[in-house]
């Protein structure tokens, strides 16, 4: 189900420090692979999915709310469905007391897109945002009684994209201000993954301070990833909405998302276009 453009989405959504756990360079070419739905299989790509995560709560994290939903809106675009699709948001801007866009979420101050709509899927909300869950629903270590809707349900013919996004530091990424995930933790929970043949291929993105960190511990095959980020290096917010009071989009993710908005299904765009991109507008 959308592997066409998914293959395209994940070997355009490159960005910046690129690093890669496989065979070689020529692995970066082809790790999504595109073509007709026959090349695919004979490939063993057969399916896509991706695991959004904002792992922060409170109004004035607004904007890492902003960031997964920009992510959602664009891999659904591109055709990954909803039930191919877990999202984790640790906060419900949309019915904050202080957004004065009632049920609405918005990444940028013009307001003419509303992120959250009529159309979304949240699986895990609230406090069932936590390393725990997280965790498990990368390995697929679930409660007997946890619902479809919120497993992973991938195997060894999957392509899956991991989005990441909230307050981070060397190595860590806090999820609520009471507890972090770490490089280790994820290192780990990708073995494991590995090992039970839960995926293809992985391609990990996180938007946070120091975000390159997240993976400095990475060793199973076929993982591509890429952070907003260097070590003792800052991730910022892009711009601020005056009549909210709060950042809205963080500049990664947001000239990421304002790339792909020039992207159709079938489009034909490659990663040397994104990377001149950047390059123009950094």
């Given at each position: 189900?959308?592997?066409?453009?998914?293959?395209?989405l994940?070997c355009l959504?490159?960005i910046?420090?690129?690093?890669v756990?496989?065979e070689?360079n020529?692995?970066?070419e082809?790790?999504f692979?595109?073509?007709?739905?026959?090349?695919k299989a004979?490939d063993?790509?057969?399916?896509?999915?991706?695991?959004?995560?904002?792992s922060?709560?409170?109004?004035f994290?607004?904007r890492?709310?902003?960031?997964?939903?920009?992510i959602?809106?664009t891999?659904?675009?591109?055709?990954?469905?909803?039930?191919?699709?877990?999202?984790?948001?640790a906060d419900?801007?949309?019915?904050?007391?202080?957004n004065s866009w009632?049920g609405?979420?918005?990444?940028?101050e013009n307001?003419?897109?509303n992120?959250?709509?009529e159309?979304i899927?949240v699986?895990y909300?609230?406090?069932?945002v936590?390393?725990?869950?997280?965790?498990?629903?990368?390995?697929?270590?679930h409660d007997?009684d946890?619902?479809?809707?919120?497993r992973?349900l991938s195997d060894?013919?999957?392509?899956?994209l991991?989005?990441m996004?909230g307050h981070?530091?060397d190595?860590?990424l806090?999820?609520?201000?009471v507890?972090?995930?770490?490089?280790h933790?994820?290192?780990?929970?990708?073995e494991?993954?590995?090992?039970k043949r839960r995926?293809?291929?992985i391609f990990?993105?996180?938007?946070t301070?120091q975000a390159?960190?997240?993976y400095?511990?990475f060793h199973?095959?076929?993982?591509?990833?890429?952070?907003s980020?260097?070590?003792?290096?800052?991730s910022y917010?892009?711009?601020?909405?005056?009549a909210?009071g709060v950042?809205?989009?963080?500049?990664?993710t947001?000239?990421?998302?304002e790339y792909?908005?020039?992207?159709?299904?079938?489009?034909n765009?490659?990663?040397?276009?994104?990377?001149?991109?950047r390059?123009?507008i950094?």
């Open positions: 189900m959308g592997g066409k453009s998914f293959g395209i994940i959504f490159i910046s420090i690129i690093i756990v496989c070689g020529e692995k970066v082809s790790f692979s595109r073509g007709d739905s026959a090349a004979a063993g790509h057969t399916n896509n999915w991706a695991v959004l995560v904002c922060s709560r409170f109004w994290n607004y890492h709310i902003a960031n997964v939903l920009g959602y809106r891999v659904k675009r591109l055709g990954i469905p909803d039930s191919q699709i877990i999202m984790m948001l419900d801007m949309a019915c904050n007391a202080r009632a609405q979420i918005f990444n940028n307001h003419k897109l992120l959250y709509g159309n899927e699986d909300r609230g406090y069932e936590n390393v725990e869950n997280f965790l498990r629903v990368l390995t697929g270590r007997k946890t619902p479809r809707s919120k992973l060894a013919n999957s392509n899956i991991v989005y996004t981070g530091g190595q860590f806090k999820f609520q201000d507890e972090e995930v770490s490089s933790d994820l290192a780990d929970a990708f494991q993954m590995h090992s995926y293809r291929e990990f993105m996180v938007d301070c390159n960190t997240l400095k511990q199973s095959p076929n993982i591509l990833a890429i952070g980020s260097r070590y003792k290096e800052n917010s892009h711009h601020t909405d005056i909210l950042s809205v989009i963080d500049r990664f947001h000239h990421t998302l792909f908005e020039k992207v159709q299904p079938h489009s765009l490659t990663l040397e276009q994104l990377v001149w991109f390059k123009e950094v």
